[in-house]
């Protein structure tokens, strides 16, 4: 009934030719499947799920959330309230704006930069990943390979105002903007990229993209939509000490529940009717039952400081293991590894730097990997652009369980 079998094309399997994994239940860091086997999980719904799949902060006494009311259509107190908290951790968050999905965030920060610049070109990377809006598929990672554009209901028009560059690269960025400087309104990056697998930038790359903002008076729009909170509660550009202009959050801020938010400096983001004349709004957005579990996630943070260091140390022990049993066998694959988020691909030498280093990983060995660990009672996300996400809910038990899987598959 579903077409293509699924809501989102990374779920079927396709990228691997395999079936499509069918969860039946879920519980902490596991997910069990129809005949109730359990899987470590490291796909965490492709990142929300920090506290793993059933925190009881997240998943109790939710009927509290909608005693006053589901969905109001209005602005409300707690709503005013978590844009306060946002921006105590994310001060470049001057005036935000909640919506529902991190497409939809990184969609309405576009149209904010263009109106504000009255500019039309945007300059992103190729394998970052914004959303399926237009112009974000163009060389997107992610699931979204949609390698002919023109077959993918992507206008020309979107296509004249799109420079996809490369990661890590300012030559790309300067080659692309060569003579359309004044036309640039803005450049949108993901600050820490994770959909191309695990991609760090190189020193001086985020700095250079700020740089050239500055001198072109364009604005410098950071997708920290899986970043902020994944990588502590200021997010990639707490880390880099970078300041964009724009930024976009969502997924694990929601705690399971579609919420998402896009916002940066106060005369940007005045652009926004009713002060300004760009339109973005929408019945869900700010929707209260969201609201409310976007503060318990914040909540959750603020009294549990120590999650971020537990779940470093497991991810730090899984990497340097996963490291010596590549060693043992003589394999020569990077492993990478920062906070949550562990990764390595099937391609020589060192970690990747860009989406060319991504794609010309082995995928078929990646397939038979992929299908000897879910074998073995390990769920590892199907695409090879995606990263191992641990939560608050893995233990050492798990770990030591994935490693000893990998250990066997790799023999295998
Ligand atoms: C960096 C980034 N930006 C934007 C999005 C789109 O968010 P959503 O799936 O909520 O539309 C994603 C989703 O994976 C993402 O990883």
Redesign the pocket.
Known sequence: MLAGGCDSPVRSGWSIGEPMFVPRTAHGAYVFDERGRRFVDYVMA??PLLFGHTHSALTTGLDELVRDGFVWGATHVEEVRLAERIRGYLPSMQRLRFVT????A?MSAVRVARAFTKRDLVLKFAGN????FDLALLDAG?SAQTSDARRSGIPDGVMRDVAVARYNDLDSVDALLRDREGTLAAILV?PIC??MGYVAPLPGFIEGLRERCDRFGALLVF?E??TWLRLGVCGAQGRLGVAPDLT?V??IMGGGAPI?AFGGREDVMAVLAPDGGVFTGGTHAGNPFCVGMAHRVLDLLETHPEYYTQMSALAKRLAEDIRTIFAERGLPYAVVQHESIVDFKFRAGEPNRNYDDARAADKGLHATYYRAMLERGVLLPPSQNEVMFLSTAHTIEDIDETLTAIAQALSA
């Open positions: 492709y990142g999905t991190g497409s939809e990184a990943y914004h959303g399926h992610a993901e994770a959909n997708d939509v899986i976009v969502g997924k998402a």
